[in-house]
Nanobody, 115 residues
Framework: QVQLVESGGGLVQPGGSLRLSCSAS????????MSWVRQAPGKGLEWISY????????SYAHSVKGRFTISRDNARNTLYLQMNSVKPEDTAVYYC????????RGQGTQVTVSS
């Protein structure tokens, strides 16, 4: 069965950086586009980034464009999200998902941006 396991979250100060990882199994990872979505406290799910199966096309929500970078390693079945210049409004649970999502997704990883 499909399994997505996110990791790398934590507490980071505004302006700092963090790299999230998503380990995928149960499907042919290299054949699937992937996305990151997030859910801030008290809010709905927000799509934030997409990457095509071979990594040659990426897209970002306006809220993270220029600060976040999505990437993937198909040999390792792993998706990444490099988060730079983080802001308090980036505080959320972050999930990886297949295609545009939001399902299926893993248990998520908590990112808290605070001084």
């Amino acid at each position: 069965q499909v399994q997505l396991v996110e990791s790398g979250g934590g507490l980071v100060q505004p302006g700092g950086s963090l790299r999230l990882s998503c380990s995928a199994s149960g499907f042919t990872f290299r054949d699937k586009a992937m996305s990151w979505v997030r859910q801030a406290p008290g809010k709905g799910l927000e799509w934030i980034s997409y990457i095509k199966s071979n990594g040659d096309i990426t897209s970002y929500a306006h809220s993270v464009k220029g600060r976040f970078t999505i990437s993937r390693d198909n040999a390792r079945n792993t998706l990444y999200l490099q988060m730079n210049s983080v802001k308090p409004e980036d505080t959320a649970v972050y999930y990886c998902t297949i295609e545009m999502g939001p399902d299926p997704r893993g248990q998520g990883t908590q990112v808290t941006v605070s001084s």
